[in-house]
């Protein structure tokens, strides 16, 4: 079974090799993609060696909590984040690079690269996010005597029957993955249903919400409302992570509360950057002025768009509302405990398929679900009459995030103990042992 899977991998990566070589989140890194690395890429010696694994830079934000925590229980080891996306690994390179000792583009899925990774980067435990089961990769590190560990772990109910079926085909990868933590028990019982053991599956939490909250900065804030060429007083609107489709209808929004609240910028943060001048364009064709916030917006737009990385946690906290996209599409949702931790009322649509968990935690605390535009336009315009209404949401929204922490060190309690089980010619000692 497992050779099926290997020959199809194979034969898929030939039939899909144009396309990731072209396409924008997946055109980089080639070479490591393939499982080589260029000299003095990887990190020498330390122990344990982690390897943590998230597909793009919001799962490696979600990830990067724990990094703290496996260096204060382990000083000596060396811990290496891998991504799949070009926007992944500029956020590893750049705004992590400070808490890891490497950065590189995880391997396809292909016997061959998955085990020229594993020997080059020697892992102690491989950690894997959300649903990142990769078989070839799982088989590759087990067979290194590496121990591997799903964290944060989510499957869609409405894949089950799929999962089901291709374990059934290729063998089932989970049984060589020696620890599931999973965000909620709804989620512990959907992979027990696909065949992990029991004495593996533990429910801890999701350590995204452990990565939320930042601590603010006054003067930070400051320059950044003066790069978006924000009035010190004007109230802001932000539209975060928006997708194809729903600019058009928060345009259209901004314009009819600008009747009432001629004074309100709006903020649009696409989910990706490269869409930044098509946005633009969007709100120049709807009568809006506009600009960019890498050009700091020279001509004051009304409408500004970041089209920066890395700066919408921070373009939170200066909303005085938050809408969320990827809500009006069928995508499935957004993050909408990052600017419920920036202490901002936070509203988003129908379509949060993606993120039950954080509507479940957020809804009546300082989240408000939305029906369509025409019903986010009416709530926001009574909202902006009531600014202590407002302040009062988001100062519920903030403590209902910092209830829900703590992931983070549950997980690594757990990784501990797994690291502390390695065979002889790996085993490590505890931090109490080594002292």
């Avoid at 229980?73 to 811990?79: C, D, E, G, L």
């Avoid at 690269?113 to 020997?119: N, Q």
């Avoid at 009432?260 to 950057?273: G, K, W």
């Avoid at 936070?346 to 408000?368: A, C, K, T």
């Amino acid at each position: 079974m497992r050779l099926l899977y290997v020959l199809a991998s194979y034969l898929l990566f030939v039939v899909l090799l144009p396309i990731l070589c072209l396409h924008r989140k997946t055109r980089n890194g080639l070479f490591q993609r393939l499982g080589f690395y260029p000299p003095g890429r990887l990190p020498e010696g330390g122990s344990p060696r982690v390897w943590l694994h998230g597909a793009s830079a919001g799962d490696l934000l979600a990830l990067s909590p724990m990094i703290g925590q496996l260096r204060a229980r382990f000083p000596n080891a060396k811990i290496i984040l891998s991504t799949t996306t070009n926007t992944g690994y500029m956020m590893a390179s750049e705004r992590l690079a400070t808490q890891i000792d490497a950065a590189v583009y995880a391997p396809y899925d292909i016997w061959g690269a998955t085990r020229r990774a594993v020997r080059a980067i020697k892992p102690d435990l491989l950690v894997l996010e959300y649903t990142e089961i990769w078989p070839n990769l799982i088989r590759a590190a087990k067979r290194s005597g590496c121990r591997v560990a799903l964290t944060n772990g989510r499957f869609s109910p409405a894949r089950l029957g799929r999962y089901r079926t291709l374990f059934s085909l290729i063998g089932n990868p989970l049984a060589d993955i020696d620890l599931f933590l999973m965000r909620e028990d709804e989620e512990a019982e959907r992979v027990l249903g696909l065949g992990a053991s029991l004495e593996r599956v533990w429910v801890t939490g999701n350590t995204k919400f452990d990565a939320l909250a930042a601590p603010a900065h006054a003067h930070e804030d400051a320059d950044l409302r003066r790069a978006l060429a924000i009035p010190h007083k004007a109230p802001v609107l932000i539209a975060g992570s928006t997708h194809e489709g729903e600019e058009e209808q928060l345009l259209d929004v901004y314009k009819r509360l600008l009747k009432d609240y001629p004074e309100l910028r709006l903020v649009i943060a696409p989910r990706y950057i490269d869409r930044a001048g098509r946005i633009v364009a969007l709100a120049q064709q709807a009568g809006l002025s506009a600009g960019l916030r890498s050009q700091e917006n020279p001509f004051g737009g009304r409408v500004v768009v970041l089209d920066t990385i890395g700066e919408l946690s921070r373009a939170y906290r200066l909303a005085t509302a938050v809408f969320v996209g990827g809500s009006f599409t069928t995508r499935g949702g957004q993050n909408i405990l990052e600017p419920a931790a920036q202490g901002r009322p936070v509203l988003f649509g129908p379509h949060m398929e993606n993120f039950h968990d954080s509507v479940q935690v957020l809804v009546g605390r300082g989240g408000i679900q939305v029906n369509d535009p025409d019903h986010l336009y009416r709530l926001l315009a009574e909202l902006l009459s009531r600014p202590d209404t407002l302040a009062d949401l988001g100062e519920l929204a903030k403590a209902t995030v910092l209830q829900v922490s703590g992931a983070s060190s549950r997980n690594v309690d757990h990784f501990e103990r797994l690291l502390t089980t390695l065979p002889p010619t790996r085993a490590l000692l505890t931090p109490r042992e080594a002292s």
